[in-house]
């Protein structure tokens, strides 16, 4: 289904396996089996940049505050079985409350090029505490830095809790209260990813619009070039969404909607215009 990634499906006995890069920025791994057999498998890199078909419209499918079962599972198999690529920023104070969490969120660094984890902080702004945290430009970065280091995140892309900023290469565009933030980060080489557009929620964590709703409110954004780069959309929504089953037919519905129209292209947020540029 996805170029770049070759399944190895089985290989019986298998005793060792190499990592080694090469030029065109893919890694081979190649597996050493017991009966001398050698099977070499290519696998992208996170943040292997792609070419852009000016024909295609690029949609990033960001979700937030993961890992969050069953939210983050359901939308893994829904992507899955939809064949679409998805981003996942991860809280690692989420990440850390059960071995659960953990597992997830070690499957998920595992299934590039299907799925990219990156980095939405340590505590998520000290559990909402926005205007604290902001104000405090040291204890937030150390927050995402720490979370950048414990998660072991591949590349660094981060969103920011509760804020739609958007910095990197010296460019900042967002509410003022995050731009210390923003731009402390932008100097480390970060890249801070804001959003196009929200699949909003009610009381916690029911989906606020329909799937057709929200596919109207995509076309019609893509149609009028109200986006932060052209032909790029990137949808925000949360994994806790989409822990019902009536939720999980939603996203389904959502994607479908969104395959449609041929142009449409989903891409994890390495790919980005702003963090794929050095
Ligand atoms: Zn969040």
Redesign the pocket.
Known sequence: MVSGKLILNVIAGVSSLILFSCNNGSQQKKAVDSTKKTVVVNTMIPGTPIHYDSSKRYIFLTW??SPQPPGTQNCTRTFREQGVKATF?A?AAHYNIDPLRKKILDSLKKAYPEFLVAN??YT??FRDNYNFYYMHMDSAVNDILKAQQDMQIPLKIV?L??RNTWAGNSEFRGPKTSEKVARKLDSLGYKIIGWDIEWQFIKGNIPKQSATALAKEVNDKFDVGYTNQPNMMIILA?DRMFAKPQYIDSLKALIQLLKQDHRNVFETIDHYPTVQQK
């Open positions: 937030d505050d920023f809280v939405h902080s998520h702004a969103r809790p509760g949360h």
